[in-house]
Protein backbone atom coordinates (compact mmCIF):
# COMPACT_ATOMS: atom_id res chain seq x y z
CA UNK A 1 0.00 0.00 0.00
CA UNK A 2 1.10 3.60 -1.12
CA UNK A 3 0.90 5.68 1.75
CA UNK A 4 0.16 8.83 -0.20
CA UNK A 5 -2.74 7.12 -1.32
CA UNK A 6 -6.04 7.43 0.78
CA UNK A 7 -8.96 6.40 1.17
CA UNK A 8 -12.05 8.64 -0.07
CA UNK A 9 -15.54 7.53 -0.44
CA UNK A 10 -17.02 4.67 1.29
CA UNK A 11 -20.20 3.85 -0.09
CA UNK A 12 -21.35 1.28 2.12
CA UNK A 13 -23.46 2.05 4.85
CA UNK A 14 -21.92 -0.73 7.61
CA UNK A 15 -18.65 -2.19 8.50
CA UNK A 16 -16.25 0.71 6.67
CA UNK A 17 -13.44 -1.25 8.14
CA UNK A 18 -13.93 -4.29 6.30
CA UNK A 19 -14.43 -2.01 3.04
CA UNK A 20 -11.31 -0.05 3.94
CA UNK A 21 -9.54 -3.66 4.05
CA UNK A 22 -10.82 -4.29 0.39
CA UNK A 23 -9.50 -1.28 -0.87
CA UNK A 24 -6.17 -1.89 1.02
CA UNK A 25 -6.78 -5.35 -0.96
CA UNK A 26 -6.86 -3.56 -4.19
CA UNK A 27 -3.73 -1.41 -3.45
CA UNK A 28 -5.40 1.93 -4.48
CA UNK A 29 -6.69 4.76 -3.16
CA UNK A 30 -10.46 4.55 -2.86
CA UNK A 31 -13.58 1.64 -2.64
CA UNK A 32 -16.73 2.33 -4.03
CA UNK A 33 -19.31 -0.79 -3.07
CA UNK A 34 -21.09 -0.48 -6.38
CA UNK A 35 -23.56 -2.52 -7.91
CA UNK A 36 -23.22 -2.28 -11.70
CA UNK A 37 -21.03 -3.96 -14.04
CA UNK A 38 -20.97 -4.50 -17.83
CA UNK A 39 -18.56 -7.15 -18.55
CA UNK A 40 -17.31 -7.50 -21.83
CA UNK A 41 -14.10 -9.70 -22.46
CA UNK A 42 -12.12 -12.60 -24.45
CA UNK A 43 -12.70 -15.73 -21.99
CA UNK A 44 -14.75 -18.38 -23.57
CA UNK A 45 -16.70 -20.59 -21.51
CA UNK A 46 -14.96 -23.19 -18.70
CA UNK A 47 -14.18 -26.20 -18.11
CA UNK A 48 -17.06 -27.80 -16.21
CA UNK A 49 -17.35 -31.40 -16.52
CA UNK A 50 -20.43 -33.48 -14.52
CA UNK A 51 -18.98 -36.45 -12.29
CA UNK A 52 -21.12 -39.55 -12.85
CA UNK A 53 -24.11 -39.47 -10.33
CA UNK A 54 -22.91 -41.22 -7.07
CA UNK A 55 -19.50 -40.31 -7.13
CA UNK A 56 -17.82 -37.55 -4.65
CA UNK A 57 -16.03 -34.60 -5.71
CA UNK A 58 -12.80 -35.01 -6.60
CA UNK A 59 -9.78 -33.75 -5.12
CA UNK A 60 -8.13 -33.63 -8.54
CA UNK A 61 -10.21 -30.56 -9.08
CA UNK A 62 -10.06 -27.49 -7.99
CA UNK A 63 -12.60 -24.84 -9.59
CA UNK A 64 -11.53 -21.19 -10.16
CA UNK A 65 -12.45 -18.10 -11.48
CA UNK A 66 -10.31 -15.69 -13.46
CA UNK A 67 -11.77 -12.39 -13.88
CA UNK A 68 -10.22 -9.80 -15.68
CA UNK A 69 -10.81 -6.50 -14.45
CA UNK A 70 -10.38 -4.60 -17.92
CA UNK A 71 -13.54 -6.28 -19.33
CA UNK A 72 -15.35 -5.75 -16.77
CA UNK A 73 -17.91 -2.43 -16.85
CA UNK A 74 -18.24 -0.34 -14.23
CA UNK A 75 -21.54 0.49 -15.29
CA UNK A 76 -22.89 -3.79 -15.50
CA UNK A 77 -24.11 -5.50 -12.70
CA UNK A 78 -25.37 -8.85 -14.72
CA UNK A 79 -23.71 -11.03 -12.73
CA UNK A 80 -24.55 -9.93 -9.29
CA UNK A 81 -28.69 -9.94 -10.91
CA UNK A 82 -28.33 -13.45 -12.12
CA UNK A 83 -26.84 -14.63 -9.14
CA UNK A 84 -29.65 -13.38 -7.41
CA UNK A 85 -32.14 -14.69 -9.27
CA UNK A 86 -30.39 -17.90 -9.57
CA UNK A 87 -29.83 -18.59 -5.96
CA UNK A 88 -33.04 -16.72 -5.11
CA UNK A 89 -31.82 -14.29 -2.79
CA UNK A 90 -34.34 -11.26 -3.23
CA UNK A 91 -33.90 -9.35 -0.11
CA UNK A 92 -36.01 -6.94 1.69
CA UNK A 93 -34.35 -3.83 0.50
CA UNK A 94 -31.86 -3.51 3.59
CA UNK A 95 -28.70 -3.74 2.46
CA UNK A 96 -27.28 -3.74 5.64
CA UNK A 97 -28.62 -7.25 6.27
CA UNK A 98 -29.99 -8.56 2.79
CA UNK A 99 -27.39 -11.48 1.60
CA UNK A 100 -25.34 -10.69 -0.77
CA UNK A 101 -23.54 -13.53 -2.27
CA UNK A 102 -21.50 -11.24 -5.20
CA UNK A 103 -21.42 -7.50 -5.27
CA UNK A 104 -19.44 -5.19 -7.79
CA UNK A 105 -16.48 -3.36 -5.82
CA UNK A 106 -15.04 0.08 -7.46
CA UNK A 107 -11.52 1.01 -7.43
CA UNK A 108 -9.91 4.54 -8.02
CA UNK A 109 -6.55 5.78 -7.44
CA UNK A 110 -6.11 8.96 -7.47
CA UNK A 111 -2.35 9.14 -8.67
CA UNK A 112 -3.00 8.08 -11.90
CA UNK A 113 -6.71 8.66 -12.09
CA UNK A 114 -8.04 4.78 -13.08
CA UNK A 115 -10.76 3.37 -12.08
CA UNK A 116 -11.65 0.02 -12.09
CA UNK A 117 -14.52 -2.26 -10.79
CA UNK A 118 -14.51 -6.13 -10.61
CA UNK A 119 -16.81 -8.29 -8.97
CA UNK A 120 -16.09 -10.03 -5.73
CA UNK A 121 -17.49 -12.89 -4.30
CA UNK A 122 -16.58 -15.79 -2.13
CA UNK A 123 -12.36 -16.14 -2.61
CA UNK A 124 -12.89 -19.88 -2.07
CA UNK A 125 -9.68 -19.99 -0.49
CA UNK A 126 -7.35 -23.47 -0.29
CA UNK A 127 -6.57 -22.48 3.28
CA UNK A 128 -9.94 -20.83 4.38
CA UNK A 129 -9.53 -18.93 7.27
CA UNK A 130 -13.78 -19.47 7.61
CA UNK A 131 -13.30 -23.46 8.08
CA UNK A 132 -10.57 -22.97 10.68
CA UNK A 133 -12.74 -20.54 13.12
CA UNK A 134 -15.98 -22.24 12.55
CA UNK A 135 -16.59 -23.67 15.99
CA UNK A 136 -18.97 -26.84 14.39
CA UNK A 137 -17.83 -28.04 11.18
CA UNK A 138 -20.29 -26.49 8.75
CA UNK A 139 -18.02 -24.53 7.18
CA UNK A 140 -15.79 -26.75 5.16
CA UNK A 141 -14.05 -26.80 1.75
CA UNK A 142 -15.26 -29.81 -1.12
CA UNK A 143 -12.43 -31.93 -2.37
CA UNK A 144 -12.42 -30.18 -5.35
CA UNK A 145 -11.61 -26.55 -3.94
CA UNK A 146 -15.58 -25.20 -2.80
CA UNK A 147 -15.54 -23.69 0.25
CA UNK A 148 -19.08 -24.12 1.55
CA UNK A 149 -21.38 -23.65 4.93
CA UNK A 150 -23.47 -26.78 5.76
CA UNK A 151 -26.23 -25.45 6.75
CA UNK A 152 -27.29 -28.87 9.00
CA UNK A 153 -24.36 -28.08 11.48
CA UNK A 154 -24.39 -23.92 11.18
CA UNK A 155 -25.42 -22.15 14.05
CA UNK A 156 -25.50 -18.93 13.34
CA UNK A 157 -22.04 -17.67 15.10
CA UNK A 158 -20.98 -15.43 12.24
CA UNK A 159 -17.07 -16.47 13.22
CA UNK A 160 -16.57 -17.27 9.94
CA UNK A 161 -17.89 -14.00 8.71
CA UNK A 162 -15.73 -12.08 11.15
CA UNK A 163 -12.41 -14.29 10.28
CA UNK A 164 -13.06 -13.56 6.01
CA UNK A 165 -11.04 -11.23 5.03
CA UNK A 166 -12.97 -10.89 1.14
CA UNK A 167 -16.26 -10.05 3.65
CA UNK A 168 -17.48 -12.69 1.24
CA UNK A 169 -20.50 -14.41 4.03
CA UNK A 170 -23.94 -13.24 4.90
CA UNK A 171 -26.03 -14.03 7.71
CA UNK A 172 -30.01 -14.69 6.58
CA UNK A 173 -31.78 -12.40 9.16
CA UNK A 174 -35.31 -13.10 7.86
CA UNK A 175 -37.25 -16.46 7.56
CA UNK A 176 -37.55 -17.60 3.70
CA UNK A 177 -40.03 -18.99 1.62
CA UNK A 178 -40.28 -20.89 -1.55
CA UNK A 179 -36.36 -21.08 -1.73
CA UNK A 180 -35.13 -22.82 -4.92
CA UNK A 181 -34.83 -26.65 -4.44
CA UNK A 182 -31.42 -26.88 -5.55
CA UNK A 183 -30.33 -23.89 -3.14
CA UNK A 184 -31.61 -24.52 0.09
CA UNK A 185 -31.17 -21.55 2.37
CA UNK A 186 -32.90 -20.26 5.87
CA UNK A 187 -32.91 -17.56 8.92
CA UNK A 188 -30.30 -18.24 11.11
CA UNK A 189 -27.05 -19.31 9.11
CA UNK A 190 -24.59 -18.25 7.10
CA UNK A 191 -24.32 -18.42 3.63
CA UNK A 192 -21.92 -17.64 0.39
CA UNK A 193 -21.21 -17.79 -3.03
CA UNK A 194 -21.03 -21.45 -3.54
CA UNK A 195 -20.00 -21.29 -7.19
CA UNK A 196 -23.81 -22.31 -8.47
CA UNK A 197 -22.46 -25.69 -7.07
CA UNK A 198 -25.69 -27.49 -8.27
CA UNK A 199 -24.63 -26.18 -12.00
CA UNK A 200 -21.06 -27.36 -11.51
CA UNK A 201 -22.16 -30.85 -10.50
CA UNK A 202 -24.24 -31.01 -13.77
CA UNK A 203 -21.28 -30.05 -16.30
CA UNK A 204 -22.88 -25.94 -16.54
CA UNK A 205 -21.09 -22.92 -15.76
CA UNK A 206 -22.04 -20.92 -12.36
CA UNK A 207 -24.73 -18.35 -13.36
CA UNK A 208 -22.56 -15.11 -12.74
CA UNK A 209 -20.37 -16.47 -16.11
CA UNK A 210 -22.70 -17.58 -17.55
CA UNK A 211 -24.26 -14.09 -17.37
CA UNK A 212 -21.01 -12.07 -17.95
CA UNK A 213 -20.75 -14.10 -21.05
CA UNK A 214 -24.03 -13.62 -22.59
CA UNK A 215 -23.38 -9.50 -22.28
CA UNK A 216 -20.79 -9.82 -24.41
CA UNK A 217 -17.90 -11.91 -24.58
CA UNK A 218 -17.29 -12.37 -20.82
CA UNK A 219 -14.61 -11.06 -18.26
CA UNK A 220 -15.23 -14.28 -16.31
CA UNK A 221 -13.79 -17.94 -17.01
CA UNK A 222 -14.88 -20.47 -14.97
CA UNK A 223 -12.37 -23.87 -14.76
CA UNK A 224 -10.70 -26.49 -13.14
CA UNK A 225 -6.97 -24.98 -12.27
CA UNK A 226 -5.23 -28.20 -11.77
CA UNK A 227 -6.08 -29.14 -15.31
CA UNK A 228 -3.28 -28.13 -17.44
CA UNK A 229 -5.26 -28.78 -20.09
CA UNK A 230 -8.04 -26.52 -19.15
CA UNK A 231 -8.42 -22.75 -20.67
CA UNK A 232 -8.47 -20.91 -17.11
CA UNK A 233 -5.15 -22.79 -16.32
CA UNK A 234 -3.71 -22.38 -19.69
CA UNK A 235 -4.59 -18.39 -18.67
CA UNK A 236 -3.25 -18.09 -15.61
CA UNK A 237 0.05 -20.12 -17.17
CA UNK A 238 0.77 -17.94 -19.85
CA UNK A 239 -0.62 -14.22 -18.72
CA UNK A 240 0.54 -12.47 -15.01
CA UNK A 241 -2.75 -12.45 -12.78
CA UNK A 242 -3.47 -12.02 -8.80
CA UNK A 243 -5.49 -13.12 -6.03
CA UNK A 244 -6.98 -10.31 -3.68
CA UNK A 245 -4.90 -10.50 -0.68
CA UNK A 246 -2.31 -12.68 -2.30
CA UNK A 247 0.37 -12.20 0.99
CA UNK A 248 -2.48 -13.47 2.97
CA UNK A 249 -1.09 -16.97 2.41
CA UNK A 250 -5.05 -18.19 1.73
CA UNK A 251 -4.46 -19.06 -2.53
CA UNK A 252 -7.26 -17.69 -3.28
CA UNK A 253 -9.54 -19.92 -6.29
CA UNK A 254 -10.21 -16.84 -8.12
CA UNK A 255 -7.73 -15.13 -9.66
CA UNK A 256 -7.74 -11.59 -11.12
CA UNK A 257 -5.77 -10.47 -14.30
CA UNK A 258 -5.34 -6.11 -15.10
CA UNK A 259 -5.67 -5.33 -11.41
CA UNK A 260 -3.87 -2.57 -10.43
CA UNK A 261 -2.31 -3.12 -7.16
CA UNK B 1 -96.61 -85.32 14.20
CA UNK B 2 -95.88 -84.59 17.83
CA UNK B 3 -94.49 -81.44 18.88
CA UNK B 4 -91.47 -82.88 20.17
CA UNK B 5 -90.72 -84.08 16.73
CA UNK B 6 -91.18 -80.85 15.59
CA UNK B 7 -89.19 -79.25 17.88
CA UNK B 8 -86.11 -81.89 16.70
CA UNK B 9 -86.94 -80.88 13.05
CA UNK B 10 -86.64 -77.31 13.68
CA UNK B 11 -83.86 -77.72 16.35
CA UNK B 12 -81.45 -79.92 13.15
CA UNK B 13 -82.53 -77.46 10.37
CA UNK B 14 -81.30 -74.72 12.52
CA UNK B 15 -77.76 -76.65 13.25
CA UNK B 16 -77.78 -77.44 9.65
CA UNK B 17 -78.05 -73.44 8.73
CA UNK B 18 -76.37 -71.96 11.88
CA UNK B 19 -73.09 -73.76 12.74
CA UNK B 20 -71.47 -74.01 9.24
CA UNK B 21 -72.19 -70.54 8.58
CA UNK B 22 -70.18 -69.78 12.05
CA UNK B 23 -67.38 -71.18 10.56
CA UNK B 24 -67.20 -69.73 7.50
CA UNK B 25 -68.71 -66.05 8.56
CA UNK B 26 -65.83 -64.66 10.41
CA UNK B 27 -65.93 -60.84 11.01
CA UNK B 28 -64.41 -58.72 8.54
CA UNK B 29 -61.16 -57.64 10.18
CA UNK B 30 -60.50 -53.71 10.35
CA UNK B 31 -57.51 -51.60 11.08
CA UNK B 32 -59.04 -49.68 13.85
CA UNK B 33 -62.52 -48.22 13.90
CA UNK B 34 -64.31 -45.40 13.22
CA UNK B 35 -63.27 -43.78 16.43
CA UNK B 36 -59.69 -43.43 15.29
CA UNK B 37 -58.86 -40.66 13.41
CA UNK B 38 -56.21 -41.77 10.66
CA UNK B 39 -53.48 -39.55 8.69
CA UNK B 40 -54.81 -38.69 4.68
CA UNK B 41 -51.63 -39.40 3.02
CA UNK B 42 -51.71 -38.11 -0.10
CA UNK B 43 -50.81 -40.56 -2.92
CA UNK B 44 -47.27 -39.72 -4.84
CA UNK B 45 -46.96 -39.77 -8.57
CA UNK B 46 -45.72 -42.70 -10.43
CA UNK B 47 -45.61 -46.23 -9.76
CA UNK B 48 -43.76 -46.84 -6.50
CA UNK B 49 -41.49 -44.88 -4.11
CA UNK B 50 -37.55 -45.27 -3.83
CA UNK B 51 -38.73 -48.20 -1.28
CA UNK B 52 -41.19 -50.25 0.22
CA UNK B 53 -43.83 -48.16 2.03
CA UNK B 54 -43.18 -50.06 5.19
CA UNK B 55 -40.00 -49.19 5.21
CA UNK B 56 -39.87 -45.43 3.88
CA UNK B 57 -42.25 -44.66 6.64
CA UNK B 58 -39.50 -46.55 9.54
CA UNK B 59 -36.77 -44.99 7.77
CA UNK B 60 -37.02 -42.09 5.74
CA UNK B 61 -35.79 -39.58 8.20
CA UNK B 62 -32.57 -41.84 8.35
CA UNK B 63 -31.92 -42.23 4.80
CA UNK B 64 -32.33 -38.69 4.42
CA UNK B 65 -29.93 -37.93 6.86
CA UNK B 66 -27.35 -40.09 5.84
CA UNK B 67 -27.80 -38.85 2.58
CA UNK B 68 -27.66 -35.65 2.97
CA UNK B 69 -24.32 -35.38 4.35
CA UNK B 70 -22.82 -37.29 1.83
CA UNK B 71 -24.14 -35.08 -0.42
CA UNK B 72 -23.17 -31.95 0.59
CA UNK B 73 -20.08 -32.35 2.00
CA UNK B 74 -18.95 -34.69 -0.72
CA UNK B 75 -20.85 -33.54 -3.46
CA UNK B 76 -22.24 -37.51 -4.40
CA UNK B 77 -25.39 -36.47 -6.21
CA UNK B 78 -28.36 -39.03 -8.03
CA UNK B 79 -28.92 -41.40 -5.05
CA UNK B 80 -32.41 -42.01 -4.57
CA UNK B 81 -32.83 -40.64 -1.19
CA UNK B 82 -33.30 -37.14 -1.96
CA UNK B 83 -35.66 -34.50 -0.30
CA UNK B 84 -35.86 -32.54 -3.49
CA UNK B 85 -37.60 -35.84 -5.49
CA UNK B 86 -39.47 -36.97 -2.34
CA UNK B 87 -40.71 -33.49 -2.84
CA UNK B 88 -41.07 -33.46 -6.42
CA UNK B 89 -43.01 -36.52 -6.47
CA UNK B 90 -45.31 -36.26 -3.38
CA UNK B 91 -46.29 -32.69 -4.47
CA UNK B 92 -49.77 -32.08 -3.88
CA UNK B 93 -51.78 -29.50 -6.34
CA UNK B 94 -53.82 -27.29 -4.09
CA UNK B 95 -56.28 -25.27 -5.20
CA UNK B 96 -55.05 -23.23 -8.28
CA UNK B 97 -53.53 -26.25 -9.61
CA UNK B 98 -50.04 -25.81 -8.34
CA UNK B 99 -48.95 -27.64 -5.26
CA UNK B 100 -49.24 -26.36 -2.29
CA UNK B 101 -46.26 -25.88 0.35
CA UNK B 102 -45.55 -26.95 3.63
CA UNK B 103 -47.68 -24.42 5.28
CA UNK B 104 -50.97 -26.15 3.55
CA UNK B 105 -52.33 -28.85 5.91
CA UNK B 106 -52.47 -30.95 2.89
CA UNK B 107 -48.60 -31.32 2.29
CA UNK B 108 -47.50 -34.35 2.03
CA UNK B 109 -44.73 -34.29 5.04
CA UNK B 110 -47.17 -32.42 7.02
CA UNK B 111 -50.27 -34.83 6.87
CA UNK B 112 -48.36 -37.53 8.35
CA UNK B 113 -46.19 -35.49 10.53
CA UNK B 114 -49.44 -33.35 11.74
CA UNK B 115 -50.56 -37.09 13.12
CA UNK B 116 -47.65 -38.33 14.57
CA UNK B 117 -47.11 -34.84 16.19
CA UNK B 118 -43.37 -34.98 14.99
CA UNK B 119 -41.74 -31.06 14.09
CA UNK B 120 -39.46 -30.94 11.19
CA UNK B 121 -37.35 -27.83 10.17
CA UNK B 122 -36.24 -29.47 7.09
CA UNK B 123 -38.82 -27.09 5.26
CA UNK B 124 -36.90 -24.34 7.30
CA UNK B 125 -34.51 -23.84 4.25
CA UNK B 126 -35.54 -26.58 2.05
CA UNK B 127 -38.36 -25.60 -0.68
CA UNK B 128 -41.22 -27.58 0.50
CA UNK B 129 -42.54 -28.00 -3.28
CA UNK B 130 -41.23 -28.35 -6.44
CA UNK B 131 -39.42 -25.60 -8.91
CA UNK B 132 -41.89 -23.49 -10.30
CA UNK B 133 -41.39 -22.13 -13.79
CA UNK B 134 -43.22 -19.99 -16.26
CA UNK B 135 -42.75 -19.93 -19.61
CA UNK B 136 -42.52 -17.46 -22.31
CA UNK B 137 -46.73 -17.36 -22.00
CA UNK B 138 -46.80 -16.22 -18.63
CA UNK B 139 -48.22 -20.11 -18.19
CA UNK B 140 -46.93 -21.39 -14.75
CA UNK B 141 -45.55 -24.99 -14.39
CA UNK B 142 -44.03 -27.51 -12.13
CA UNK B 143 -40.62 -28.95 -12.92
CA UNK B 144 -40.42 -32.74 -11.61
CA UNK B 145 -38.38 -35.55 -11.66
CA UNK B 146 -35.65 -35.88 -13.68
CA UNK B 147 -36.70 -33.48 -16.12
CA UNK B 148 -35.41 -30.72 -13.71
CA UNK B 149 -31.89 -28.87 -13.19
Known amino acids: MSGKMKHTGIAAEFNPARRKFLGAIAGVASVTLAPGVILYGITRSGDARARKPGTAASPDVRWGLLIDVNHCDSGCDKCVSACVEENGLQGHGRPATDPQWIRKVKIHDPDTGLSQSLPVMCQHCAEPPCVDVCPTGASFKRADGIVLVDRHRCIGCRYCMMACPYKARSFVHEEIEDQKTYAPRGKGTVEACTLCIHRVDSDRLPACVEACNDAGGGAMLFGDLKDPNSEIARRVARYASQQIRGDLGLDPGVRYRNLST | ?149
Open chain 2, 1 to 149: MSLRRIFIVLVAVFMAWVVPGEAQTVPEKKIGNNSVLLPAIPRGQGDHCVADADFMRRNHMTMLMHQRDETVRQGIRGKPFSLKECVACHAVEGPDAMPVTVASPQHFCRACHDYAAVSIDCFQCHASRPDVVTDAGGQGGVVRGAARE
